[in-house]
């Protein structure tokens, strides 16, 4: 992977392909490999820009990652690598999260939005003091835990044992110092509802039908708020829409930003 040094830490990214931007924000406690077969697909026509986030996969592991600290850090490395003026942004649950900050701190950056199976809503505080005690769990037990109880959630009961269990592995390597920083800025995020108004760009709304986490519901939420916005739900697919319906998920991604370009 390419590293670059962003705001004294590092960012690691894979860059592919040629022609428009799209940058590309994982999950938690995932990493850019999310990305890799929208980007098998999209490359010939995309440049996809796909970074670990701190935290997180082969990116420094820092003890505070908030929102703001990961939006902060995606513009930075857009500017780091010379990327001007504004971006296709598509973001997956946390990458969700991340993104409408992105949008708030540095809106000259969004060009489009494609939020994959994330929700607006910030967290009730009995979920972000879940959230807390978990974080003090995986400092003293490790990440195993977490993986464990969160895979069921994350895919459709049907879902390839290959790639859930390559998705196990990806997030066993997690450092547990990042993981805890991840919990603790999605229970510390605030509500994006207030967001929507601003939001004028072409947003592309995708949601796995089986999405335990972030459900078609909370998916709606977004796309009825949005003023420019559209609603794709994926049937039979979990939270992972971009690894668990790979073609179904590029198709109508690269629809979307066919589109809008
Ligand atoms: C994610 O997939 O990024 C997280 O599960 C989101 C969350 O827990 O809110």
């Known amino acids: 992977m390419k590293k670059a040094t962003v705001r004294g830490i590092e960012i690691a990214y894979e860059d592919v392909g040629a022609g428009p931007v799209v940058l590309c924000i994982h999950g938690f406690p995932l990493s850019h490999e999310l990305w890799t077969p929208t980007a098998e697909k ?34 930075a490395l857009l500017d780091a690598i010379n990327v001007k003026g504004a971006v296709n942004v598509m973001a997956l649950s946390m990458g969700g999260y991340i993104a409408f900050e992105l949008f708030r ?11 994959a199976d994330t929700q607006a809503a910030s967290d009730t505080a009995e979920k972000a003091r879940g959230r807390r005690e978990t974080a003090e769990k995986v400092l003293s037990q490790g990440v195993e835990f977490i993986v464990d109880a969160m895979l069921p959630n ?3 009961p049907n879902a390839s044992k290959v790639v859930v269990n390559q998705w196990r592995d990806i997030m066993l390597a997690s450092d547990p110092h990042g993981v805890a920083a ?4 999605l229970a510390d995020r605030i509500d994006s509802a207030e967001t929507f108004s601003d939001i ?26 949005i003023a ?3 609603l ?21 991604v690269g629809e979307f930003l066919d589109a809008s370009m």
């Open 200 to 225: 004028h760009v072409p947003t592309f709304v995708v949601v796995g039908e089986l999405d335990a986490i972030t459900p078609p519901d909370v998916a709606r939420v977004m796309s009825d708020g």
């Open 232 to 252: 794709q739900v994926i049937a039979g697919v979990g939270h992972m829409s971009p690894v668990e319906a790979p073609d179904e998920f590029t198709r109508i």
């Open 42 to 75: 999209l490359s010939g026509r995309y440049r996809l820009i796909m970074p670990d986030l701190r935290g997180l996969g082969q990116s420094s592991i820092t003890t505070n990652a908030s929102m703001a600290d990961h939006a902060d850090d995606l513009a």
């Open 228 to 230: 420019n916005a559209s």
């Open 105 to 115: 701190r540095h809106p000259q950056r969004v060009q489009s939005l494609v939020l």
């Open 154 to 156: 994350l895919f459709a």
């Open 182 to 185: 991840a919990l603790h800025a």
